[in-house]
Structure formats: structure tokens, C-alpha cells
């Protein structure tokens, strides 16, 4: 599942691309992907609404629109945004061919046809990423169609992924539950120390909990107690005032870092323009079971914490001050 700082590189994106930009319309093609409200209602409301925002919530990407409404999107496990230049076509032909095929796959999409001098010169900044973005638009769940010819496709094979519009009046309660942002003013060392003084559960487990910091999930929860050389499994209410600082300073580095590097991907995550991200070369422990830590030579350690796959290392991270 895409976390924080995958998120955080995609609004980016969206914000030096679509805002400004006017919906022309929403296609939506598995209406379940609509969270709130309805499918209908959410295509009558947004079309011809302006782009005036894009920004992000913990693992949510909002795009604010005008009339003081916004769209939350969480892309959960295999959601991704894409980004398709004028003249590329939609093909919905399987929708009657063979429905059950249709349900599974969406709509295909045609990149312009490279011989189009007119199209090219329309879309010459981003030529070079279309034989990319021609293998990513499969699953299209929602299309947004832009009055410029620009299409913004969310795709999600596994179906996972919500779409959902609020007016601004109701962020509160579209969030309610939800922690303080890791990279705000307001994440300080005070903060943590006072959100884990009760916490009795593992660290990993309270670095998972949304309701502490937003956005955090196990990527870089394992990666920020290794920079902090503290074990997963120690009691969340037993660091000392020096771990904690480690692990806050830890926790904003590893998120800097990722969103620095575009992110990790290693399954399904992809930027808008079909890339995967690097962040994946930077990781300590994380999927880095069974190789040699870069600190000490220790073998990298994997286990199960609250059914998560947890990696660490054994000589760096001891599970001491219990």
C-alpha cells in the first residue's frame, strides 16, 4: 500500500499538472470505487468544477475543487494515478463483448498515433512516456476528463481503492481519527513522547496506529526504528527520552528521504507518468531479510509483529528496557 511518502510524490505531481485544469466529466467504471456519495451524484457534482489544490492527508490525496469541495482519493493496495496526454482514445468495447472480462479489466486506452504531427506537437514534453503509460491503463476504475484533452485515470486492479467527494465543511469528520503529520510543526518530540507515554503495545504497532501520525505504514516504520536502533517489539511506553528523539528524527528522515527518491516501489506503486520509484535502493531493512546489515554485518532479521512482516536487526536494534 502506497504511505506517506508515495503519496506525498504523487500530489506533487498533481499539483504542478492539474491544477487549474476543469473537469469536463468523470467516467466511472466500477461504481463501488465511489466511497461518497453516489456514483451519479459524484459525476453531476464534479463536473465543470475547476482544480484549485492538490494536497495530501495521510495516505490520502485530496484534490480541492471549486465550490469549496474536495476529493478524497485512498489508493489502498494497488491504486495508482496516471496522467494521459490529448489524444489518447478510450475503447469500451469489451463492456458489451464480454462483460465479465469488462468488470475485471475496465476500458482500454489508445495512445495518439505517433505519425500525428499535430498530436506530437501537443504532447511533445511527454512522447517519450506514452509506450510507458500504454502497459499501465489497464483497470481504470474512474477517468476524469479534462476540458483541455488531458485524461486522469485512477486505476486499481485489485478493486480496493475509494474515490470520495465532501465539501470543506466536512474534512473534519472525512478525517476524524486521524493523526498529526509526521513532517508538520506541530510533530515534535514533545508530541511523541506524550503520545507513547500510554502506550503499551509494540513501537511497531503504535507507528502503525493512524490515530498517533498519519501516514506512516510498514515501510518506513521499520525503517525509522532501525535508524533509531530500537526493536520493534519493545513496549511503545518504554523508550527512554533519548530513544525518542532518535526515533522522531528517524521518522522524519525516512520520510524525507523516500519522498526525495519518489517513493518505494517494489509491487504496484507507480508515479503518474507510469515510473516506478527509487526509493527502494535506500532501504536498511525492509525487505532486506537474510542480507548483511550496512552498519554492523549482522544478517537482517524478519518476523511477524500484529501479523505485519517486521525486518530489523538483531545486533543493531536489541530488544532491551522492556
Avoid at 27 to 50: C, S
Avoid at 87 to 108: F, V
Wanted: glycine fraction near 8%.
Amino acid at each position: 500500500m502506497p504511505e506517506m511518502p508515495e503519496v506525498e510524490y504523487t500530489v506533487r505531481q498533481l499539483r504542478s499538472s492539474v491544477v487549474g485544469a476543469t473537469i469536463d466529466e468523470v467516467m466511472v467504471f466500477w461504481e463501488r470505487t465511489i466511497g461518497h456519495p453516489d456514483a451519479a451524484t459524484f459525476r453531476a457534482e464534479t463536473a465543470g468544477r475547476h482544480i484549485t489544490g492538490a494536497r495530501r492527508r495521510g495516505k490520502f490525496s485530496l484534490l480541492d475543487l471549486s465550490g469549496d469541495l474536495f476529493i478524497a482519493i485512498h489508493r489502498r493496495m494497488t491504486g495508482n494515478f496516471f496522467l494521459l496526454t490529448p489524444g489518447w482514445h478510450i475503447d469500451t468495447q469489451l463492456r458489451e463483448e464480454d462483460p465479465a472480462a469488462w468488470s475485471t479489466k475496465g476500458p482500454s486506452f489508445i495512445p495518439p498515433h505517433q505519425s500525428d504531427e499535430t498530436i506530437l506537437q501537443a504532447v511533445s514534453l511527454q512522447v517519450l512516456v506514452e509506450p510507458v503509460l500504454a502497459t499501465k491503463t489497464a483497470y481504470c476504475r474512474v477517468c476524469f476528463n479534462l476540458v483541455d484533452g488531458r485524461r486522469l485515470l485512477f486505476t486499481d486492479p485489485r478493486k480496493f481503492g475509494r474515490i470520495e467527494l465532501w465539501s470543506r465543511q466536512q474534512e473534519a469528520e472525512a478525517f476524524k481519527g486521524l493523526g498529526l503529520e509526521p513532517l508538520s510543526e506541530n510533530f515534535t518530540v514533545a508530541f511523541l513522547t506524550e503520545m507513547l507515554a500510554t502506550r503499551k503495545p509494540s513501537i511497531k504497532q503504535a507507528l502503525l496506529a493512524q490515530d498517533i501520525i498519519a501516514g506512516i505504514g510498514n515501510i518506513y516504520a521499520d525503517e525509522a526504528l532501525f535508524y533509531a536502533g530500537i526493536h520493534p517489539l519493545r513496549r511503545a511506553d518504554s523508550l527512554t527520552p533519548a530513544e525518542i528523539h532518535s526515533l522522531h528524527e528517524g521518522i522524519v528522515v525516512v520520510l524525507t528521504t523516500g519522498i526525495e527518491h519518489g517513493g518505494t516501489s517494489f509491487n504496484d506503486y507507480r508515479d503518474m507518468w507510469g515510473e516506478a520509484g527509487d526509493n527502494y535502493s535506500h532501504m536498511h531493512v525492509y525487505q532486506q531479510h537474510g542480507q548483511p546489515c550496512g552498519r554492523c554485518g549482522t544478517h537482517i532479521e524478519r518476523i511477524l509483529v500484529a501479523q505485519r512482516s517486521t525486518h530489523f536487526c538483531p545486533a543493531c536494534q536489541r530488544l532491551t528496557g522492556e
